[in-house]
C-alpha cells in the first residue's frame, strides 16, 4: 500500500516571538545550526520513505507562500489551504480525503511540522513498525515517546498490554499535561508515554473513525471531497471547512476509537517548545551560551543569544534569553520563557499589530 | 572682581556605551528627565553667577561643533579647543591664560562638565562662600562633598582645621580612591570629604602656581598667550599644547600647593560615573524600573531600560542595564556596571572602530 504523508503546518505559536510572527510562524524559521526551516527538516526527514509528490501540506492560506518559497519542490497541489484554524482534526480530516479522492487507499503519515529528531534513522524504523500495525487490522497508530524526565509540558499516554508480534502497546488512555508530582509519578511507573501528536494510520480507517465519532465533520469533509477539482470547490471549502467544530484529533477520535497502538520511540524527539529548546538543539560554547550574530559577551553564562546584523553585547548575565530582531528586541529570562505570550497579550491589547 | 567659568569638556568617557561613543561623549548626552544635555545643564546652572559671555568651554577640538550645537550662545572665542586630551591641567592653564588676556584677573569657577547637581541654589551658595576664599589671598579652593556612603569610586581629601571667619577647611591631604574598608573609616572619621573636582580660584593665583610647580607647562603656556590673535595661533597652540606632560590638576598642583581650602558642600552633587546613575537620576516607576522608549516590561523589577523607537520587551528580569542604540545593544547586570569598558576593549581589539 502507498505510503503518504500530512504534514500539519497551519499553527500560529507564539512562542518564539519576536522571530515568530503572526505572519511567520515557527514552522517557518530556522532554528537550527544548520540553517534549514522546521518545515524543510520535516519533509527531508520523511523523504527516504514517502515520494516527494505523496507529501501533503496542511497550512493556512495566509502561509501557502511561504510553503511554495521554502518547498518549491512540493507539487502545488498538495498544498491544501485551511480557510480557517481549525485544530488538528478537521486539518487531518482535509489531508484524508484529498489522498482518498487520489489513490482510494494509502498508508498515511501524520505529522507536526515544528518538531525536531535527532535520530532520523530510528524515527524511520519507528514509522515503518507503525505501518506495520496500521495495515494488519483498521488500527490507528500514535507514536509515543519514552520519557527520560517529568516533564509539565507534554500530555501523557497510558499503555496497556503489548501486542503479540510487534513493539506495539494498546493505548489504555491518553491524559493531560499533568503536575509536576504526578510527571514524576508516571515516569516512575514505566507505563506512560509523551504524546508526541505524530499518527500513522491508513485512510480508509481514519475516515471510518471521523464518520463514527465526529460524524457531523464526516458530512463536512465528504460535502469537500466531492467538489474538489470543480469550479465550486473553493467556496465549498470555505463554507463547510468553516462550519466544522474546531477539535483535536486526540479528543475527537483517539480518546473515543478502540483498536488504539502506540509504539514507543527514543529517536531524539523535542517539540521545541520555546526558545528554551534552543539552547538544548544548538551548540553551547564553553561559557554554556548558544550565541547567533553579531554578538560580544563578557562574563556571561547559560544565555540563549538570537541575534541578528546589530551588535548584541551582554556583561555579567546568565540564564537570560535574548532574541533581537529588526523590529523588536527580547529579553527574558529562561525561567519566564512561558510569560512571553504576556507581550503578546499586551501588544494585543494595545492594538500594536504591526509587532503580533 | 570679574566672575568668570572655565567649563572642562573634552572627556572621552567610556562608561555610557552604547550611548556615548568616541565621536558623542556623556557630556554632550541627555541623561535627565527634562531632555537637556550634561553640559548644557552646566551652563543653565552657572549663569545666575557668571555672564555668558565669560563662560569659556575647554574641548576637544573633534567636540567642536557639538558645543557649537548645544550652547549657539556661547561666544565662539570662548571654545578652547585641545589639538590632544592632556588631562585637566593643562585643560585649566589654557583656560586661565585666556581669561588672563581678556581680564588680566578675574575669579575663575572650574567645573566638570558631565555632573550633575540637584540643589542648585545650595550649589550656587558654596560657590559664592569659595569665592570669598579665593579672593582674600592667594588661595586655592575645591569643593568637596559631605559624604554619605563608603563610596569607593571617588578620591577624597582629608580636612584640617576650620578657617576662622568662614565655612572652608585647610586641606591636609588629596587621597586616591580607597577599598571599601578605608571608605568606611574615613566615614566614621567625618574628616574626610569626597574630592568633587570643582575649584575656585583667581587668574593671577593658579597661573601663579603653575609657574611655581609646574614651570614647564608654564613656559608652554607663556607661548600660547603670545600667539592668541595672531596667525600663528593654531600652530603654536598645537605645538605647545602637545609637548605638555599629562597631568590631573590634583597631582601637579593641588596636592603639592599651600593655601589649599576645601568647602564642605551638601547640594546633592553626582559625578553620573555610570548607568548606575541614572537610576538614581531619573523617575523611577512602581516596580523600580527607569524606563525610556518603546518598551513593554512583564515580571521586570530594579531595571535601567533605556530604549528608542525599536521595541523592547522583557520578561521576569531584575536588576538588568538595558541600553539599546541604532547599531548597538548592551544587556548588562547592575552590578557588573564596570565592565562594560571591556566590551569596548574588545571593540578595540577587533578594530570595530564603527562601534566605539
Not at 141 to 152: F, N, W, Y
Not at 279 to 298: L, P
Not at 307 to 323: F, P, R, S, Y
Request: negative net charge; charged residues 25%; aromatic residues 8%.
Amino acid at each position: 500500500m502507498r505510503n503518504t504523508a500530512l504534514i500539519m503546518a497551519g499553527g500560529r505559536g507564539e512562542r518564539f516571538w519576536p522571530k515568530s510572527r503572526r505572519e511567520l510562524p515557527k514552522q517557518f524559521l530556522s532554528l537550527t545550526d544548520d540553517g534549514k526551516t522546521m518545515i524543510q527538516l520535516t519533509v527531508e526527514r520523511i523523504l527516504p520513505l514517502v515520494e516527494m509528490d505523496d507529501i501533503y501540506i496542511v497550512t493556512n492560506k495566509d502561509y501557502k507562500h511561504l510553503v511554495r518559497e521554502q518547498l518549491p519542490e512540493i507539487p502545488e497541489e498538495n498544498i491544501l489551504c485551511e480557510p480557517v484554524g481549525r485544530n488538528t482534526a478537521p486539518c487531518i480530516g482535509l489531508g484524508a480525503i484529498h489522498i482518498m479522492k487520489k489513490y482510494n487507499d494509502a498508508v498515511m503519515y501524520v505529522l507536526p511540522s515544528d518538531h525536531l529528531i535527532k535520530f532520523n534513522n530510528m524515527f524511520l524504523a519507528s514509522l515503518k513498525d507503525a505501518r506495520e500495525v496500521a495495515i494488519q487490522g483498521d488500527n490507528l497508530v500514535t507514536l509515543g515517546i519514552t520519557p527520560d524526565h517529568p516533564e509539565t509540558g507534554y500530555g501523557y499516554i497510558k499503555i496497556g498490554k503489548s501486542a503479540a508480534e510487534n513493539r506495539a502497546y494498546l493505548v489504555e488512555r491518553f491524559v493531560e499535561k499533568p503536575s509536576l508530582e504526578v510527571a514524576k509519578e508516571y515516569l516512575a511507573t514505566e507505563e506512560y508515554l509523551w504524546n508526541s501528536g505524530m499518527f500513522v494510520w491508513k485512510v480508509s480507517t481514519i475516515l471510518m473513525n471521523i464518520q463514527k465519532h465526529m460524524p457531523n465533520m464526516y458530512q463536512n469533509l465528504m460535502r469537500i471531497q466531492a467538489a474538489i477539482g470543480t469550479e465550486e470547490e473553493e467556496a465549498v471549502l470555505n463554507r463547510e471547512f468553516s462550519s466544522m467544530e474546531s477539535q483535536s484529533i486526540d479528543y475527537g477520535i483517539m480518546e473515543k476509537a478502540g483498536n488504539i497502538y502506540i509504539l514507543p520511540g527514543t529517536f531524539g524527539w523535542d517539540d521545541v517548545g520555546s526558545w528554551l529548546a534552543v539552547g538544548r538543539i544548538k551548540k553551547t560554547n564553553e561559557s554554556g551560551n548558544v550565541v547567533n550574530g553579531n554578538i560580544i559577551t563578557i562574563g556571561t553564562h547559560n544565555c540563549i543569544i538570537q541575534g541578528d546584523k546589530k551588535l548584541i553585547a551582554t556583561v555579567g548575565i546568565e540564564d537570560l534569553i535574548i532574541v533581537d530582531t529588526d523590529d523588536a528586541t527580547l529579553i527574558c529570562a529562561k525561567d519566564s520563557a512561558g510569560d512571553i505570550k504576556k507581550v503578546l497579550e499586551n501588544l494585543k491589547i494595545c492594538n500594536r499589530d504591526e509587532y503580533i
